[in-house]
Structures are given as structure tokens and as C-alpha cells.
């Protein structure tokens, strides 16, 4: 019944759907589109947080912090009032954890925030991006505007900075005697290089009136010109602690400073002027101290690996070198040796000399007894002994041919063993 008489008031159906975000955002939505929309809460809210959004940048508001609670996802909740009103405020874990300090129960406080509504709920709240402790606003301004002052006169160039001696003869320290930072600085300047003399130029680091004092002890360093490096340091603090490090008086001393500087002010997150003017900054005063000096453990390192390279060259040269007089040595013999020597040569050229000799008559004599077989085998008297007999006229001469013989002629025969005369009676042809 109800839902018809919906129906009959509107003269429509109602739209089922959700009116979008990008719809109700359009710039051409109308009063009376909204009026002839049933919204849900949720829309509402949605609706309400954009406009809020849209409407109000990041901007700054101060106020006394209230009913703090870090919650266990990291997120910050916390009122901002003054006395007449109050609001609420979130800060995320990925903004809160870029500062380094924690709000507690009224702490004055300057937040950089934007205005969002808590759809869930539909709280008004401030949505926090950047907080810090009342009162520093006037001092960042003051810090950029000197930094931008002093970087247009060049006291920043990167080109003025000198470097640090890699082994000084003398440290100075501008600091206060009672500061902890000294004491960190000179047990790190002890365990590093304990026999580098130091000289400490007091001043107070802390309070009213103080940057001139710093100042005056950078000067007074820099006129004695007894060190060949400055080490000018404090603990860390709040910005209204180092603020003395910000002062133009100690940034002009530090840049007239023949001296190289290092900057070790704060801790690693802490800037000051005096980071940027010196000609080195170090995260903390110890580590300023390391930059000043060389590590004797490092140093005694170094030379124990250079000892052993030099030994192992040496040693190295000195092999070579007996291998070559070794070498040398087997070379060079006595005379007695030499003569020895020559006899031994003598001896082998004898030796050969003989071998050669007996080779050659034993050849001599093979090539004669061949030479006296084949001469056996063709002397004639050799071929009477198988029963043949030569024929010789009275000349003398061996008859061949019974063409040389006629009846009648004297012949002599000779056998093997002894001869006969014959006469021919009638040759033959």
C-alpha cells in the first residue's frame, strides 16, 4: 500500500538502480534530478564525501590533540580542538610513518589535511597527510627561505667543496664538552685512529644567542689553521633544538672556513643549513667522525694484504732466480771437467774412428773374397779338374778351333795334373 502510493505521489516508477559516483558527479546534475532520486544512505554519504573532497583542499588548521589511539593497523586516531570546538582526525600508517616523532595527549599541533566524510559512519573528519608540533610552520619558512638565499649565492655549489685529507695530521671539533655527541665522536676517533692528535673548540650548542658563539668557534678554528679537517657536531633533537645550526651567521662562518668541514648535526634524518654549506654532511656525529679519520683495523688490513702480496712476490722472483742459477750452474763446469770432457770426445772420435776403419776392411775384405770366388770360379785350371785339358800350338797359344790345326802340327795338352805333346793326324771340322 505504501509502496503504491509511492507510485501515485511520484508519478513514476523509482529507479531500482544506485545513481553512480561519476553520475553525481556530472557538472550538468541538476536540483531537480536529485529531488526526483530516492537515494540510499550509502549514496548520501558517498555524494556528501565528494562534494567535501572537491570542495576543500589540502589546507593547514592547528589544534591541541585529543583522545589519541594508535590502532594495530598502523592508523592514527585523534581529535583536533581549541576552545570553542573540535574535530575528528585520521592519519594512515603510510603518511604517519614518514615523521619522526608521536603525538601525545595535548600536544599542539599544525596538521596538513584535506575534509573527507566517513561514509560508514557518515562522520565529518579530517584526513591527515603531514602533522607537525605548533609553530614550526614559521620556522620551515624561515629555513627555505635562507636555504633558497643562500643556494642563489652559490654557498651550496658542489664546485666550492673541498675534499677531505684521506690522512689528517690533526682533527678539530667545534661542540660542546658536554655534549654526548662528543663523546661518540671522540670513542669512534679512538677505535678508528687513536694516535691523530684532536683539538675540541667549545661552544654551547643549544638555547638563545647561541649561532654566534658556534660561529665564533668555527672562526676561531679557522684562524688558528691548526687542523686540516673540522668536524662541527651535535646530538639529534627537535627543529627548535638544531635551530642554531640554521642561524645565516654559522652558514656564512662555515663557507669562510679554509678548513674542510664536516657536518654532523642531528640524526640521519635531520637537514640543516649547515648540512648544506659544509663541504661534507654526515648522517650523525659518529659518522662524522668516521669520515674524518682512516680505519686503522681497515689500514692494518690493507698493509697485511699488501705484506703478503710483496711476500708471495718475492718469493716468486726469488724461485726464478735459483731456477736460473741452477740452470746457470749446470752450464758452467771446471777445467778439469773440460779436459775430461775433451778426452771423452777424443775417446768417441776414436771409437767411431775404429768403428768406421773396421767397417770399411770388413767391407774390403767381403768385396776381395767375392771378388777371389768369382776369379776362381773363371780360372781354367779350376775347369781341369773336372777332366778337361787345354790345347796349345807350338806359339804357345790356346788352340779353339780345329780350324787352327792341321796333319801333322805338335801340340801340347795340359791336364790337371801334368801335359802330353801330340801330333795332329787329321783335324775335324
Known sequence: MNEQN????????PVSQDLSRDELARSDLNPTDLNRKVMTVSELNRLANQVLTQSFPLFWVSGEVSNLTRAASGHWYFSLKDNKAQVRCVMFKGRNSYIDWTPKEGDKVEARCN???YEARGEFQLTVEFLQRAGLGVLFEAFEKLKLKLQAEGLFDSQLKKQLPIHPKKIGIVTSPDAAALRDVLTTLKRRMPSIPIVIYPTPVQGKGVATLIANAINQANLRAECDVLIICRGGGSIEDLWQFNEEVVARAIANCNIPTISGVGHETDFTICDFVADTRAATPTAAAELATPSRESLLNSLNVLKNQLTRNMQYLLNQRAQSLDYLARRLISP????EQQKSRLAQISYRLNSS???QLHT??????RLSQNLQHLNPQAVLTRGYAFVQNTLGEIVTSSQQLKSGDEVTMTFNVGSADAIIS???P
Open 6 to 13: 509511492k507510485l501515485d505521489f511520484h508519478s513514476q516508477p
Open 115 to 117: 575534509v573527507t566524510l
Open 336 to 339: 778439469i771437467q773440460h779436459i
Open 357 to 359: 776403419l773396421n767397417q
Open 364 to 369: 774390403k775384405q767381403h768385396n776381395l773374397i
Open 426 to 428: 787329321k783335324p775335324k
